[in-house]
T-cell receptor, first 116, second 112 residues
Framework: GAVVSQHPSRVICKSGTSVKIECRSLDFQATTMFWYRQFPKQSLMLMATSNEGSKATYEQGVEKDKFLINHASLTLSTLTVTSAHPEDSSFYIC????????????FGPGTRLLVL | SQKIEQNSEALNIQEGKTATLTCNYTNYSPAYLQWYRQDPGRGPVFLLLIRENEKEKRKERLKVTFDTTLKQSLFHITASQPADSATYLCALLTRTGNQFYFGTGTSLTVIP
C-alpha cells in the first residue's frame, strides 16, 4: 500500500516555542492531506484539510493562527504549532489521499508532542 | 445530530474464534466506509474499504459487510489470533464530503 511518513515521530519542547511537523507521501501524489489530533483512548479528531496550492480548511474550534498548515507540493504538508502550550500536548497524525482514489486515505505513523 | 458508534469500547475473545465489531451511523449518507487498525502510539493502518453499493468485502481472514438500510457495517476477523489485538476504527466518507468521519473505536483483545 501507499506510504506516508511523518517527522519527527516524537518532540518535546518548552512552552512558548513553535514546532513544525512534516507529512510526506512517499510513493504517490496527494492532492489532499488531513491533519488529526488524538487524545489517549479517543478517536481521531480532524483539525484541518489541506489541499495542494490552496489555503487549508479548518474545522470548527481549531485556531488557524495557532496551527499553521502549508501544503506546498503534492507530496508534502506541514503543520506548525505556534507558541505551544502544555494543553497542545497530543498525538498528531496526518493522512494523505491519492488524487485518483477518492475513497482511500493513508495515515502517517503520528507525532507525539509534549510541551513542558 | 450525526453520530458514528462502534459497538463497545472493548471486546475480549478467545483465540480461534471470530471477532465481530459493529459500526452504526446516524444522519450520514456514506459513499465509502473504511476499517482501520490502530496500535498504541501508531497511526491507523488501512484494512478494507467498502462502497455504498457493495454488500460484502473480503480480504484473507477479514470480512466487512455494509447495510445502508440498517446504517451499519460489521467487521469480522475469523480464526482470531493474539496478534489481532488492537483498536479498530471505522470511518466513513459521504457522497458530498471531502473528509472522513471516524467512529470511537473498539479495543479488541484476543486471549491465547
Amino acid at each position: 500500500g501507499a506510504v506516508v511518513s511523518q517527522h519527527p515521530s516524537r518532540v518535546i519542547c518548552k512552552s512558548g516555542t513553535s514546532v513544525k511537523i512534516e507529512c510526506r507521501s512517499l510513493d504517490f501524489q496527494a492532492t489532499t492531506m488531513f491533519w488529526y489530533r488524538q487524545f489517549p483512548k479517543q478517536s481521531l479528531m480532524l483539525m484541518a484539510t489541506s489541499n495542494e496550492g490552496s489555503k487549508a480548511t479548518y474545522e470548527q474550534g481549531v485556531e488557524k493562527d495557532k496551527f499553521l498548515i502549508n501544503h506546498a507540493s503534492l507530496t508534502l504538508s506541514t503543520l506548525t504549532v505556534t507558541s505551544a502550550h502544555p494543553e497542545d500536548s497530543s498525538f498528531y497524525i496526518c493522512s494523505a489521499r491519492e488524487a485518483a482514489l477518492i475513497g482511500t486515505q493513508y495515515f502517517g505513523p503520528g507525532t507525539r508532542l509534549l510541551v513542558l | 445530530s450525526q453520530k458514528i458508534e462502534q459497538n463497545s469500547e472493548a471486546l475480549n475473545i478467545q483465540e480461534g474464534k471470530t471477532a465481530t465489531l459493529t459500526c452504526n451511523y446516524t444522519n450520514y449518507s456514506p459513499a465509502y466506509l473504511q476499517w482501520y487498525r490502530q496500535d498504541p502510539g501508531r497511526g491507523p493502518v488501512f484494512l478494507l474499504l467498502i462502497r455504498e453499493n457493495e454488500k460484502e468485502k473480503r480480504k484473507e481472514r477479514l470480512k466487512v459487510t455494509f447495510d445502508t438500510t440498517l446504517k451499519q457495517s460489521l467487521f469480522h476477523i475469523t480464526a482470531s489470533q493474539p496478534a489481532d489485538s488492537a483498536t479498530y476504527l471505522c470511518a466513513l466518507l459521504t457522497r458530498t464530503g471531502n473528509q472522513f468521519y471516524f467512529g470511537t473505536g473498539t479495543s479488541l483483545t484476543v486471549i491465547p
